[in-house]
């Protein structure tokens, strides 16, 4: 069946440090990968998506590449800050039936 | 910017009570789905609808949750009778049925039941 496995976290960085939150998958066929940020008292939100393998994705400086060969979706962003701080949830996206699988999620905090 | 919403932001009950949560899909969204999320379970499935018909709700407790949807524009999520373990906050996210459609949270529904 599918499913997402992600980092443990938490993840505590300094300001301008880099950023890798590692995420691999098992599914069948050919899903949607997409990564959501949360931050406190807030639903989760769209940080970026790809849809087939070696797309990458992109926003507010933060990457992802869809590999196909590693099944694996690893966020990275190259010089964090302060706002970054939250937890990122990594999850593949339905191509047959409609549910969505998602980590468990990775606290990161950044700290100045 | 379309939003998933939902009602009442929090709701703190009494054990024993009934509780009704409310969502607004966004707009053309055909999927819906109800998640709960604790820090010991994570983000737990527990329902989702499809064009307004249930997919599946094996993640509910059967005897005491129940989840609708009685026209395209809302879902609801209740608990009778709800109980302390039911503490935790609720999302609400809706998504088109189209491949490689993202699905969209609402801010969720905080319960406390004391």
């Known amino acids: 069946g599918n499913s997402v496995t992600q980092m443990e976290g938490p993840v505590t960085l300094s300001e301008e440090a880099f950023l890798t939150i590692n995420c691999t998958y098992t599914?069948?066929?050919?899903?949607?990968l997409f990564w959501y940020v949360q931050y406190p008292g807030e639903g989760l939100q769209l940080l970026l998506k790809?849809?087939?393998?070696?797309d990458k994705g992109s926003n507010k400086g933060f990457e992802a590449t869809y590999r196909k060969e590693t099944t694996s979706f690893h966020l990275e962003k190259g010089s964090v800050q302060v706002s970054d701080s939250a937890v990122y949830f990594c999850?593949?996206?339905?191509?047959?039936?409609?549910?969505?699988?998602f980590g468990t999620g990775t606290s990161l905090t950044v700290i100045p | 910017d379309a939003r998933v919403t939902q009602t009442p932001r929090d709701k703190v009950t009494e054990m024993g009570q009934e509780v009704t949560m409310r969502c607004q899909p966004i707009?053309?969204?055909?999927?819906v789905f109800w998640y709960r999320q604790t820090m010991m379970q994570g983000l737990e499935l527990l329902a989702y609808?499809?064009?307004?018909?249930?997919?599946?709700d094996s993640g509910m407790p059967k005897d005491r949750f129940s989840a609708e949807m009685p026209d395209a524009t809302l879902a609801t999520l209740k608990i009778q009778p709800s109980e302390p373990r039911d503490s935790a906050v609720y999302f609400c996210?809706?998504?088109?049925?189209?491949?490689?459609?993202?699905?969209?949270f609402g801010n969720g529904t905080r319960l406390t039941v004391t």
């Open positions: 999850a593949l996206g339905p191509n047959t039936g409609n549910q969505f699988y």
């Open positions: 599914a069948t066929g050919y899903p949607s």
């Open positions: 790809a849809t087939k393998a070696d």
């Open positions: 707009l053309g969204h055909n999927t």
């Open positions: 609808f499809r064009n307004r018909a249930p997919l599946d």
């Open positions: 996210a809706s998504a088109r049925e189209t491949t490689n459609s993202p699905l969209h």
